[in-house]
């Protein structure tokens, strides 16, 4: 069954902690992209990628870095650098960045400040 | 700034009603415009309009592209509890969302 996977599904980040949200594809897509979530503020992208070891910083990649090793999967690291990472996760991947192409999204990642 | 606002933020009816939803944008270099729906976790693409005028119909939701007036509509007509959702617009230029339309159907 192709989809995108997130895990984990809740976390949890302690002060001065770094923590690794997982995202892993098997759409056969080039593009992928990290999304944070707020209530009533929408989307807002973080980071992404087109492909294979090459990202692109979002709106708000400050306190967020990711790598994208291969092709299916694009993690996202939230270090402590980033003062208010309480917020939802949504990880999505398109065919390529194409303005034809829609986006698909996981189930995404909650996470929370200890 | 290019920004993307949706109206109204938030929107209660009754099954059976028909409700419109908003997406105006502003942005440089438009290429396209998405809704997606949102229910519990995973935004759902719905449509993708690229011309002005051309209707995208699929079963009780349709959309619609006004690029001249730079909005979108998405209407849903004859409402059930099942379209109880968070409503995304998305303009693809540097691919920047609304804040969403939540979406109540009571029965």
């Known amino acids: 069954d192709g989809g995108i996977t997130q895990s984990p599904k809740y976390l949890f980040r302690k002060e001065g902690q770094n923590v690794t949200l997982s995202c892993e594809q098997n759409?056969?897509?080039?593009?992928m992209y990290w999304y944070r979530q707020d209530p009533g503020q929408g989307l807002r992208l973080i980071y992404y990628?087109?492909?294979?070891?090459?990202?692109q910083k979002g709106d708000i990649a400050e306190g967020y870095s990711v790598s994208r090793e291969k092709k299916e999967s694009f993690p996202l690291t939230v270090t402590s650098a980033q003062k208010n990472p309480t917020a939802f996760y949504l990880c999505?991947?398109?065919?390529?960045?194409?303005?034809?192409?829609?986006?698909?999204f996981g189930d995404g990642t909650r996470l929370s400040i200890l | 700034e290019d920004k993307v606002v949706q109206s109204p933020l938030s929107l209660v009816v009754h099954e059976g009603d028909t409700v419109t939803l908003n997406c105006s944008y502003e942005?440089?270099?438009?290429?396209?415009l998405l809704w997606y729906k949102q229910e519990k976790k995973a935004p759902t693409f719905l449509f993708m309009l690229?011309?002005?005028?051309i209707e995208k119909k699929s079963g009780r939701l349709s959309s619609i592209l006004d690029k001249k007036e730079l909005f979108s509509i998405l209407n849903i007509t004859a409402t059930q509890t099942g379209d109880s959702a968070i409503y995304l617009c998305?303009?693809?230029?540097?691919?920047?969302f609304g804040a969403g339309t939540r979406l109540t159907v009571k029965p």
């Open positions: 999505a991947s398109s065919l390529d960045r194409a303005p034809s192409q829609p986006q698909h």
């Open positions: 759409l056969n897509h080039d593009a």
């Open positions: 942005v440089t270099n438009f290429r396209s």
């Open positions: 690229t011309s002005s005028g």
């Open positions: 990628s087109q492909i294979v070891n090459d990202f």
């Open positions: 998305a303009v693809y230029s540097d691919m920047r």
